[in-house]
């Protein structure tokens, strides 16, 4: 992540939630009971070496508008996967991830 100062304001600006803990080697935010982190310094990671964490939201479909209205970029589009479930990914403007569930 090149521009931790970005990358903390646009998360706080998404989630509206402020870090717990910020400093130059990671950001951190507890969203709901959850920790969301910002590392920096993940230089042995690489393409394909990384997981797609998945936010519940109640409505997908306004999530997806919302994130993308603030520089996301759709990865895979709302799709359903049964159940009643459906689910989409975005890239955040630093090209992490970002998985959206919504159960019904």
């Given amino acids: ?9 646009w998360y706080s600006k998404v989630t509206g939630a402020t870090p717990y803990f910020d400093e130059p080697f ?6 709901a009971g959850y920790e969301l982190g910002l590392d920096p310094e993940l230089a042995g990671s690489g393409n394909g070496e990384h997981s797609v964490a998945y936010w519940s939201v109640d409505d997908i479909e306004t999530a997806v508008e919302s994130l993308t209205s603030q520089g996301a970029e759709i990865v ?20 992490n991830h970002i998985g959206l569930i919504e159960e019904k």
């Fill in 76 to 95: 895979t589009a709302v799709q359903g996967v049964g159940d009643g479930i459906r689910v989409a990914v975005v890239s955040d403007p630093f090209g």
């Fill in 1 to 9: 992540m090149d521009d931790l100062q970005k990358a903390r304001d």
């Fill in 26 to 31: 990671y950001v951190g935010f507890d969203i």
